[in-house]
Structure formats: structure tokens, C-alpha cells
């Protein structure tokens, strides 16, 4: 019978560490599977960034830039029979592409990763044989997170309404109750509130996978794993965020430009395809990282050394952790 697996002891490192680790762990998996990442990035994250670039600015135009040779009432007539319903039809259809096509590449890039962390065969088949458990759950937790969300939005407009109503009561002037104040206060508190969830469940979709929960459970289980990581993680979501806003921002740009100029053209839908291609590469290492950042959060906690034991049992292994030189072993021994 194996006795359990022990995790040396070593000096505690500190988020800056950890997640220099993470993204090192990251570029060497990618870079031990190309061809594995690509084909499941063909499959899922092309259409997806194909979607993020194009599907706003198409939808846009024909509401925004109305046919110039149409008579207004025509024109009119024209967008009340059917454009804004057509448009809003066709938006919602494109979202819920890019929801599905999301929930997909997040489910086969978190089992893909696990494997090659582990060692484990990396394989394509495998990975899409997943998606018939993991993604309803990956579904659930995140129509779990949207009602978390709405309901916190609904509570701060109310307490902000309540607060519109009852101050002037209390003895407060109209006069000097700007509701634009309030409404930016509110804002802010709602962004910073939401900001702080996303922080707080950006495991959820890897634990959702990883660990065959579904529902509020990943949340409190994310929640509980980016304890003394949260720093390194919001650093993440904001690199990632930021290089995916200013990408879809510069292809948003070009496109405008090529509608007011169609002959020159060209160079914008050489743009366009630039730009999908580094989207499908953020969005890549975006997944890739949310998962290896898990199984050191797990580190972190002790709990990987269980999972460690039974994939290699009778073997020392050395996680691929820079801890200052000082790597983190875990020992199995066998009677």
C-alpha cells in the first residue's frame, strides 16, 4: 500500500514568481504540441476571432451608414419593416456562436493542457471526445456566474435608487443630490465589484472541467484556490483584456476606413486577417495559462501532490516550478 505522497518543504514564493512560472510552463507546452494547439485552434478559436473582428463592424454598418442612394423615407420604411429586428436577430446569433465556440475551445484547450502538464498523450480525438462532459457543465457555471452577476447589479441599482429617494427625506436639498454623482459612484462600485468576481472565478471554467463540478460549486472552488494569487491573476486578465481590446480596436479602425474607401481595400482586409490570426493566439494563451495557473494554485495548496503520486507512482518528479532555484519534489514511496 502506498503511503502518502509528501511535498518537500520549500520557501514560499511570491505571486511575481508564480506567475513568471506559469507563463514559462505555458510557452513550453504550447511549444511541445504545436500542431496539436493549432488544429484545435483552427477548429474553434479561427471561427471565434473571425466573429470578434468581423461580426461588429458588419452588423453595424448597414444600421449606422444607411444606403445613400435610397430615399429617406425609403430608407425609413426600410429600417422599420425589418433592418433593426434583422440586425438584432443576426447579433444574437453571432453571440451565441461566439458563446458556444468559447465554451468549446475552453473545454478542449483545459483537457489538452492538463494532459501535456501531466505527460500524459496529447491528442485531438481525445480532446473532442471531452466536450460530451465537460461542456454542460463549463454551460452551467457560467449561466451560474451570470446570475451571481445580474443579481449584484440589480442589489447596487437599487440601493442607488433607494438612496434617490430616501436622502431627501433625511434632510438633503434636491438641489444638492446630483444624480449624475450618484450614478457615476454606482458605476464604479459596480465595476470594481465585478472585477473583483472575475478575479475571484477565473478558475472556474478549469474546475468545471478538471474536477466534474458544475454549477456555484467551481465558483467557491475558484474562489478558494486563487487565495494568495489573486494579484498574479488580475494581472493576467488585464494583459490578456487589454491586448484583445487594442487588437479588436485596430480591426475596428481598419474597417471603418474601408468603408468610407472601398478601392483601397486591400490593405484592410489584410488587416482583418492579421488581426484574427493574433486574436486566435491571445485568446490560445489566454486558456492555456487560466489552466497552468490552476494546477499551481493546487500546488500552492497542497493538493497536487495526490494527483502527482498517482500519475507517476514510483518516481520522483521535479514540477516545473521556479521557486529561486529551489524546485518543489514530490516523493512517492511504495511498500
Not at 193 to 217: I, P, R, T
Not at 227 to 240: A, D, N, P, Q, S
Not at 297 to 314: N, Q, S, V
Request: hydrophobic share 55%; aromatic share 10%; charged share 10%.
Amino acid at each position: 500500500m502506498a503511503s502518502p505522497a509528501t511535498l518537500a518543504p520549500a520557501r514560499a514564493s511570491s505571486w511575481v514568481d508564480t506567475l513568471g512560472g506559469v507563463v514559462r510552463e505555458s510557452k513550453r507546452i504550447v511549444a511541445a504540441h504545436t500542431r496539436h494547439f493549432l488544429a484545435l485552434s483552427v477548429l474553434f478559436l479561427l471561427p471565434l476571432s473571425l466573429l470578434l473582428v468581423a461580426a461588429p463592424p458588419l452588423f453595424a454598418t448597414p444600421l449606422l451608414r444607411p444606403d445613400p442612394l435610397l430615399p429617406p423615407h425609403e430608407t425609413l420604411l426600410r429600417g422599420t419593416a425589418g433592418g433593426p429586428l434583422s440586425a438584432f436577430l443576426a447579433c444574437a446569433c453571432a453571440a451565441a456562436a461566439a458563446a458556444l465556440l468559447a465554451l468549446c475551445a475552453a473545454a478542449v484547450i483545459t483537457h489538452s493542457v492538463r494532459d501535456g502538464f501531466f505527460g500524459r498523450p496529447v491528442r485531438v480525438a481525445a480532446a473532442l471526445r471531452s466536450l460530451s462532459s465537460s461542456l454542460w457543465r463549463l454551460l452551467l457555471t457560467s449561466l451560474s456566474a451570470a446570475v451571481v452577476l445580474a443579481a449584484y447589479a440589480a442589489i447596487i441599482t437599487s440601493i442607488f435608487l433607494l438612496c434617490l429617494h430616501v436622502l431627501p427625506f433625511l434632510g438633503f436639498h434636491e438641489g444638492h443630490l446630483d444624480p449624475t454623482v450618484f450614478a457615476t459612484a454606482a458605476a464604479a462600485v459596480m465595476v470594481l465589484g465585478a472585477v473583483y468576481l472575475q478575479v475571484n472565478w477565473a478558475l472556474a471554467g478549469v474546475v468545471a472541467v478538471a474536477e466534474s463540478n458544475w454549477g456555484f460549486d467551481p465558483l467557491r472552488r475558484s474562489a478558494h484556490l486563487v487565495k494568495g494569487m489573486r494579484w498574479g491573476v488580475l494581472c493576467l486578465i488585464l494583459f490578456f483584456s487589454v491586448a484583445t481590446g487594442l487588437v479588436l480596436w485596430s480591426a475596428e479602425r481598419g474597417w471603418a476606413s474601408a468603408v468610407e474607401d472601398w478601392p483601397g481595400a486591400a490593405p484592410v482586409v489584410t488587416l482583418m486577417v492579421w488581426t484574427s490570426a493574433v486574436t486566435v493566439v491571445i485568446l490560445l494563451y489566454s486558456l492555456v495559462s487560466t489552466t497552468v495557473l490552476y494546477i499551481y494554485c493546487k500546488a500552492l495548496h497542497g493538493e497536487l501532490a495526490g494527483e502527482i503520486a498517482e500519475e507517476f507512482a514510483r518516481e520522483y518528479v521535479c514540477l516545473p516550478f521556479d521557486d529561486r532555484k529551489v524546485p518543489h519534489i514530490v516523493s512517492v514511496i511504495w511498500q
